[in-house]
């Protein structure tokens, strides 16, 4: 388990490894899976989801080039930025763990919109990385007051991620 002092926002990373991966069972979806989600989230028409962000990194140039600007295509195709695609598990649970973190500061930080965002991300993230289990822990309504905290940390409970006590204490508070 990882021991975290504080969220000052120079707390050790979590690595992600892959003991970790095999332990909590994670598995990156499919190429065919996170373009059916991605549509199906854009289907959904919500302004203010989040969620099709995450899955937009881990779909290849060609899965994913029909939602992207017409300007980064053509940047893409004349060379000046490389398309880069998050196409293996390590990479993605390091990206879930490292936002895992920012999350907590923003719950702590009464960050509203952050908090709100960032909530929806990991829930990407844990649908990502094949936790449907966990996907529907963090969305949980009666998880997020306040500032999705008592959600982060039942998620990190789950995962054996230890949180701040400070999170911990800031969890049981309600707004």
């Excluded at 992600?16 to 899976?33: C, G, M, P, V």
């Excluded at 930025?81 to 920012?102: P, S």
């Excluded at 966990?134 to 997020?144: A, H, M, R, T, V």
Aim: glycine share 2%.
């Amino acid at each position: 388990m990882t021991e975290l002092k504080c969220l000052s926002g120079d707390e050790p990373r979590i690595k992600a490894t892959q003991e970790f991966i095999d332990k909590h069972k994670f598995k990156l979806r499919t190429q065919e899976e996170i373009l059916e989600k991605y549509k199906e989230y854009e289907d959904d028409g919500r302004m203010f989801d989040f969620r099709p962000e995450v899955l937009l990194e881990h779909l290849s140039y060609e899965n994913s080039s029909q939602f992207l600007s017409d300007e980064y295509k053509a940047k893409v195709s004349s060379g000046e930025i490389k398309h880069t695609c998050v196409d293996n598990v390590i990479e993605a649970t390091q990206d879930f763990l490292d936002y895992m973190q920012f999350a907590w500061r923003k719950a702590q930080d009464e960050r509203v919109l952050s908090a709100s965002r960032s909530i929806q991300k990991l829930s990407a993230w844990l649908w990502l990385l094949n936790r449907e289990d966990l996907e529907s822990k963090i969305q949980e309504d009666g998880l997020y007051n306040p500032y999705g905290a008592p959600a982060l940390v039942e998620v990190c409970k789950a995962l054996e991620i230890n949180v701040p006590e400070s999170l911990i204490e800031f969890s049981k508070q309600k707004c």
